[in-house]
């Protein structure tokens, strides 16, 4: 198990209705992440449509999980 912290903004955070939590993963990587935490919190967003970071650094969806990483799903935004 890695146990990493999670942020969510905007829809996700919406789904979720929680801003951040800490989660132990036996995920494989941050795709298998997404997947176990869109089952969880009920996330209508695919992967494909997000990005994802790591300790404030873009990172792909193959990384692998890091204990005591911080993770942050980003899904797109609009502004005005």
């Not at 955070?13 to 989660?23: H, L, M, N, W, Y």
């Not at 941050?30 to 994802?52: I, M, N, P, S, W």
């Amino acid at each position: 198990m890695t146990r990493a912290t999670v942020l969510y903004f905007a829809s996700l955070r919406d789904a979720a209705g929680i801003a951040s939590e800490v989660v132990d993963s036996d995920a494989v990587d941050l795709a298998a992440l997404y997947t176990q935490l869109r089952a969880r919190h009920g996330f209508k967003l695919e992967r494909d449509r997000l990005r994802v970071a790591v300790d404030a650094t873009f990172a792909t969806w193959q990384d692998k999980l890091r204990e005591g990483s911080e993770i942050a799903f980003i899904p797109p935004v609009s502004g005005g």
